[in-house]
């Protein structure tokens, strides 16, 4: 599992492991590169590493010697993207679990308008729902993006959740067996949990 459930690492263990804490997160060094997609040469020798956010996209290749990743470089940033993006107002960013009924915990996204980098203002915000579209896409995660909800948030001032809960990916068996049989209640029932 990732370091948090919104989160995606690269990680590997043993093929015969003889304890429970066996896993190696190979790229969790990578800072503002905890999402990410990764892709390994058919041999095991290489590794291309896509971050995805929380910083705009790069990517990183490097070598897999003895189960770690070695000689690594930068091999795609997009300079001229990046400057041109630290001069737009952004929204600000707040990752946060809460827990549900049954022992279940929702992961909740928050956008704020970038003069508002803190729940705790005097200042109020009309707030909307991105509404849940599951079963299935996880949204509440680090994944960088400019999408017409960030756009709310730095330049129109609203304050735009995101709640995954029960039946979102990325969360494991428990999660995702939550709603069978009951597909429209429990991912319902987590989003008014979930905004409350």
Known sequence: MAPTANNIHLYSTKGSPVT??????????????????????????????????????????GDIVQGKIANWTQILVNE?????????????????????????????KILLPPDQPSRSSSRSLPVLLKVYAGPGPQQATDEFSIAYEDYLAASRGYAVVTIDGRGATGRGWKYRSAFYGALGTVEIDDQIEGIR
């Open 80 to 108: 001229e993207y990046e400057d041109a993006i630290s001069e737009v107002a952004l929204p600000y960013v707040i990752n946060e679990a809460y827990p549900l009924q049954q022992g279940f915990e929702a992961l909740v």
């Open 20 to 61: 429970d804490d066996v896993w190696k997160c190979l790229t969790c060094r990578f800072s503002n590169c905890t999402y990410q997609e990764n892709k390994i040469q058919s041999n095991f020798e290489h590794v291309v590493i896509h971050c995805k956010g929380p910083a705009p996209h790069h990517y990183y290749l």
